[in-house]
């Protein structure tokens, strides 16, 4: 069974960088799309980005495009998410994803499409 680990959460202040790894544990052989969701309290768990590992191809949320760069070392298994410039609304705890599948990153946008979780990693951005 494969668990999916995340790390690299913590207190910042606004502006500053951030990056957050996901690990798959459990098995060589790890499930193609990874995606990176968030939650702040009191609201609905939400997307931010997605990658195939396969292609490189990668989608992100509007909210953070030009800030967030998703990526993947399929080496080490592990998942990237580098937070550039955060701000307090990017406050949230965030959770790392997988699915088994090959279409476009941009499929697998929602919650739905995943069938892997991890525990999550909180980020808190002071103003």
């Known amino acids: 069974q494969i668990q999916l680990i995340e790390s690299g959460g913590g207190l910042v202040q606004a502006g500053d960088s951030l990056r957050l790894s996901c690990a798959a544990l459990?098995?060589?052989?790890?499930?193609?799309?990874r995606g990176w969701f968030r939650q702040a309290p009191g609201k609905e768990r939400e997307f931010v980005a997605a990658?195939?590992?396969?292609?490189?191809?990668?989608y992100y949320t509007d909210s953070v495009k030009g800030r967030f760069t998703i990526s993947s070392d399929n080496a080490k298994n592990l998942v990237y998410l580098q937070m550039n410039g955060v701000k307090p609304e990017d406050t949230a705890v965030y959770y790392c994803?997988?699915?088994?599948?090959?279409?476009?990153?941009?499929?697998?946008?929602?919650?739905?499409?995943?069938?892997?979780w991890g525990q999550g990693t909180p980020v808190t951005v002071s103003s």
């Open positions: 994803a997988a699915a088994a599948g090959v279409l476009a990153a941009s499929y697998y946008s929602t919650t739905q499409r995943y069938d892997l």
């Open positions: 459990g098995r060589t052989a790890t499930p193609n799309i």
């Open positions: 990658i195939s590992r396969y292609t490189d191809d990668t």
